[in-house]
């Protein structure tokens, strides 16, 4: 038989550390800690950083919402021609040309661009034709790349229009 007082030596060493021991439920609400700071900064650096501007898209919401039926009226208006107006990039801006079988003298109405982000860039055009060129130019230079909705509503022969179209210079 062996003796275990002979044999043992380290009854003379120093204590070992007490170590920190985390059970599973300490584990998980340091864990949702974390998780929540991490959201709560990037909420925080959004609200705070004006390149990450979150305004309205239309100043009066319940205003423009009041007036969605005579919109769509108009919307289906248009989709119900025979031939639309076009919108194309060109080399000098975006190009809006109706069809030859209008009269674009009878034509009224406005082109709204509108950047989804940044409505500093948001602006009107008239529409209005020249005999010389029968299409309706938006030069480059108002226009930054990216995204652009475009609305035009106008007016022909009694009935109103309203046409939109997305592009991305």
């Known amino acids: 038989m062996k003796n275990n007082n002979s044999d043992n030596t380290s009854s003379n060493s120093t204590p070992?550390?007490?170590r920190f021991k985390i059970?599973?439920?300490t584990g998980i609400?340091?864990?949702i800690a974390f998780f929540m700071s991490f959201i709560l900064y990037f909420v925080i650096k959004v609200q705070t950083n004006s390149k990450y501007d979150n305004e309205l898209v239309v100043e009066e919401y319940y205003k423009h919402d009041s007036h969605f039926q005579d919109e769509m009226k108009k919307v289906q208006n248009a989709h119900d021609l025979k031939s639309q107006p076009t919108f194309t990039e060109t080399d000098k801006g975006i190009t809006v040309a109706f069809p030859s079988e209008y009269d674009l003298a009878k034509i009224k109405g406005k082109?709204?661009?509108y950047r989804p982000s940044n409505k500093k860039f948001?602006?009107?055009i008239p529409i209005s034709f020249s005999s010389s060129n029968p299409t309706l130019l938006i030069p480059k230079f108002n226009l930054v790349d990216g995204r652009w909705d475009i609305t035009m509503e106008w007016h022909y022969e009694g009935?109103?229009?309203l046409?939109?179209?997305?592009?991305?210079?």
Do not use: R
């Open 16 to 18: 070992s550390p007490k």
């Open 23 to 25: 059970n599973w439920g």
């Open 29 to 31: 609400v340091i864990a």
């Open 111 to 113: 082109v709204s661009l």
């Open 122 to 124: 948001d602006f009107e």
């Open 159 to 161: 009935k109103d229009y």
């Open 163 to 169: 046409s939109k179209e997305t592009l991305y210079l």
